[in-house]
């Protein structure tokens, strides 16, 4: 059978005696013509031999397909206690890589030959529950849906191949600390053939509804493996697919095309290409036009219109509505990196100013901010309350939770990094505004603080999470931690030290399914490592006291680590995979332009060359009595370690409310608390 598709070739002469008009032997792949003479023999390929070897690859892949129907249709009219017949596709005298690929046992070591010596149809679909089994604990809902958790393990033996193979690659990296160097090239190779059967079906036209769940699968794959341009590829042609589809018109299974949809937002959002079009001012007017968690109108390019998840799609998936907010922060989160991402124009506004860049991503995170209930904040939900096992149980609510939680904190801390601030202020010529240097301050304090206690806690309950997002929003707070690890002040230098400390036992731990994680935490060391002690104070800051001290570091890599597409790669280096060894790089000159905005061993941005060198925040006659009150002690400063499950059960009374996160007299009550802070 296999021979019969063999493509046939029609006796065509080579070029070399096309062109001497001499009558060509026609042997391929050298005709006896050149070779007495010793040339080259070329033969080019006509348009039809092309249509005819893709008419011919057509017809092979629906004859593989019929072959698999014909298998399935003979075990199930076969008696259970008859042994099982040779299968059609079994007579092929090869099986092509993708098939045994798909047939293939999770690899753990030790089946692999078992999967040989058993190849019968109950191992296979055993082997595909189990897949299906590792998919809904560590994969479904982190971050994105794309099936029905409740039929999805009945529905893989019907699924197409090319997102079996995609389900696969990203499943069987779990359990955690199983990815070994081999299991790894071989899931590699699963993705690999995945990618070539989904491109075949957008070459061929035949898109469905598996195309568009596979292209998000191998672009989370591609993404943590370093592939970043691929990734957003993949990301590319899926959202320009569904802006194809007709208005209101769906693929396949309307409740999973709604997930897709809403995990195509997500995926872009989160490490999609930043594109123009993606602005900051046209986010923002979108945005304010809904209402609800939507899953198409961020697609770029996407309709008008949003589409809303259905109230059926809801309620068939625990987490799929706190996904839905999720989705609406990933927009923000979009916006942040791009803020991260940019090169500030000389004439920039400063960042407090109504139309930058940082106001924009603030009104945007403020804005999702008002739209979250209550029952998905910290206060009702008592994360630390449960057992490992209930945890584990419920990771499809427990996942996105955390997302939400982490997400939200980590925006804040990247808008006001320090570095990102200074570059913005580069060209600023008066005194920063003091109520700024302190807000940005508490905000990268607090919230920096509140990662921390998340990460403290899943230490504490040996809850891995499976995120690979969550791992550069623990990078970005290790960098601000990293430069508060040399301050004056001992508690914020202690306090920074070890915060640096947990954040790289996260990573390290989250290294063992994502590679990617295990390099931002070596990227996170060299910058560790770049830190030096400069004796005498630079030449733009004559200003500062002779006992001020100083220190450099690799501010180029600091840069790259707060980019999410740089942190998870080698040196934080541009992914140029795609392209041939022939591409030239351009100059490297940025270097030596962001040395300067570097603040290691400066709380906050206070040691910015346009801050005030005294900076009291409170009046003298109430400084002493803002030190006196109970809540302040509770409170972040610089003098003091902060106690963060004092401040977490403060809102441990609102439980029962179902508005906003905060009536009047609790947000009056937390005024008073953030303005309560000696920052002195």
């Known amino acids: 059978m296999e021979d019969s598709r063999i493509t046939r070739r029609a006796h065509q002469a080579c070029e070399p005696c096309r062109r001497k008009k001499s009558k060509c032997p026609g042997e391929r792949p050298i005709c006896s013509y050149c070779q007495r003479l010793g040339q080259e023999c070329i033969y080019s390929t006509s348009e039809s031999d092309s249509n005819q070897f893709r008419h011919n690859r057509k017809i092979e892949y629906r004859m593989e397909a019929l072959e698999g129907k014909l298998d399935r249709l003979i075990q199930n009219l076969s008696p259970p206690n008859t042994t099982s017949r040779p299968s059609a596709s079994s007579c092929r005298q090869a099986p092509t890589p993708q098939s ?21 149809t109950p191992t296979i679909d055993q082997t595909l529950v189990e897949t299906g089994q590792l998919y809904l604990t560590w994969c479904h809902n982190q971050p994105i849906a794309l099936f029905r958790e409740e039929r999805f393990l009945e529905s893989l033996k019907d699924r197409d191949r090319e997102v079996l193979l995609a389900i696969k690659a990203l499943s069987l990296r779990f359990p955690p600390g199983t990815l070994t160097p ?6 590699q190779a699963m993705a690999k053939s995945s990618r070539r059967l989904v491109m075949d079906r957008i070459a061929d036209g035949q898109v469905r509804l598996s195309t568009l769940q596979t292209l998000c699968l191998l672009s989370q794959l591609d993404f943590v493996d370093g592939n970043v341009v691929q990734a957003g590829l993949n990301l590319s042609m899926a959202s320009h697919l569904v802006h194809s589809l007709p208005p209101r018109a769906s693929l396949g299974d309307v409740t999973e095309c709604s997930y897709c949809m809403q995990g195509i937002v997500i995926l872009y959002n989160l490490h999609g290409p930043l594109v123009p079009s993606l602005s900051p001012q046209m986010t923002s007017h979108a945005q304010s036009r809904r209402g609800s968690p939507t899953i198409a109108g961020r697609v770029p390019g996407q309709h008008q219109e949003s589409v809303s998840l259905s109230e059926n799609a809801q309620m068939n998936q625990p987490g799929s509505i706190i996904l839905g907010y999720a989705a609406e922060l990933t927009d923000a989160w979009r916006m942040a990196r791009a803020y991260a991402a940019s090169h500030v124009d000389v004439d920039g506004p400063p960042p407090w100013t109504p139309d930058s860049d940082y106001s924009s991503v603030m009104l945007r995170h403020l804005e999702v901010d008002c739209k979250v209930p209550l029952k998905y904040r910290f206060a009702a939900n008592d994360f630390g309350g449960h057992d490992i096992d209930a945890l584990q149980s419920q990771r499809s609510y427990w996942g996105p939770w955390l997302f939400l939680q982490i997400i939200y904190a980590a925006i804040p801390c990247l808008l006001n990094h320090p570095f990102l601030l200074s570059m913005r202020l580069r060209n600023f010529r008066y005194t920063m505004p003091q109520s700024f240097i302190q807000q940005s301050f508490d905000q990268i304090t607090r919230h920096a603080g509140w990662i921390i206690y998340f990460l403290h806690q899943l230490e504490k309950k040996d809850f891995q999470a499976s995120d690979p997002v969550l791992g550069h929003c623990v990078a970005i707070v290790a960098t601000i931690h990293l430069q508060h690890s ?15 400390e947990t954040c790289m036992r996260f990573l390290q731990r989250m290294g063992s399914v994502w590679p990617s994680a295990s390099v931002m935490a070596q990227n996170l060391r060299k910058l560790q490592d770049s830190i030096v002690f400069v004796p005498s104070p630079r030449p733009d800051s004559m200003e500062i006291e002779d006992n001020q001290e100083s220190w450099s570091i690799d501010a180029q890599l600091l ?3 707060l980019i999410y597409e740089k942190a998870g790669r080698e040196d934080a280096a541009r992914d140029c995979s795609m392209f041939e060894d022939s591409l030239t790089a351009g100059p490297e000159n940025q270097r030596q332009h962001v040395a300067e905005f570097d603040l290691v061993g400066s709380a906050g941005i206070f040691g910015h060359k346009t801050a005030p060198k005294e900076v009291p925040v409170y009046a003298p006659d109430d400084d002493a009595n803002a030190t006196e009150r109970p809540s302040a002690g509770a409170t972040r400063a610089l003098t003091e370690t902060v106690n963060e499950e004092r401040n977490y059960e403060r809102f441990a009374g609102i439980n029962e409310q179902d ?17 309560n802070f000696d920052l002195v």
Not at 659 to 675: C, K
């Open 100 to 120: 045994q690929i798909v047939s293939d046992e999770p690899w753990n070591g030790q089946n692999q030959t078992n999967s040989r010596l058993a190849p019968e």
């Open 182 to 187: 081999q299991k790894r090239e071989r899931l």
């Open 486 to 500: 040399f301050v004056k002040e001992y508690a914020l230098r202690d306090k920074a030290q070890a915060g640096f």
């Open 559 to 561: 840069w790259d680590i």
């Open 659 to 675: 508005g906003l996160f905060l009536q009047p007299n609790d947000f009056g009550r937390a005024i008073d608390n953030w303005f």
